[in-house]
């Protein structure tokens, strides 16, 4: 009787094994968290890679303030010959 009743959990277990492993579901062993069997069937993500810099922006602005600064950047224009000064309004 008790062969019997091993038999039959053995063959549970052993079924429950086999269904798990063609399931193909993550798991979580050992505190790692592994792919299920059909990880190669899916599509492929694409990540940017991280630029040099992480800041960009900044950067091309601390560049682009040097480069003024050294005369590297367009000169800033001045006119050769200042403006009139405005028409006096007409009195009332």
């Known amino acids: 009787m008790k062969s019997t009743r091993w038999l039959k959990g053995l063959g549970l277990a052993a079924l429950g094994m086999g269904l798990m492993g063609s399931i193909g579901c993550q798991t979580w062993v050992a505190g790692m968290t592994l792919p299920s069997g059909y990880y190669l069937e899916h599509r492929p993500q694409y990540f940017k890679p991280d630029p040099d810099f992480p800041l960009e922006k900044e950067l091309a602005t601390m ?16 006119p050769a010959v200042p403006a009139p000064p405005p028409a006096p309004l007409p009195p009332r």
Request: hydrophobic share 30%; no cysteine; glycine share 24%.
């Open 63 to 78: 560049q682009g303030q040097d480069a003024l600064i050294n005369g590297g950047g367009r000169p800033i224009e001045v």
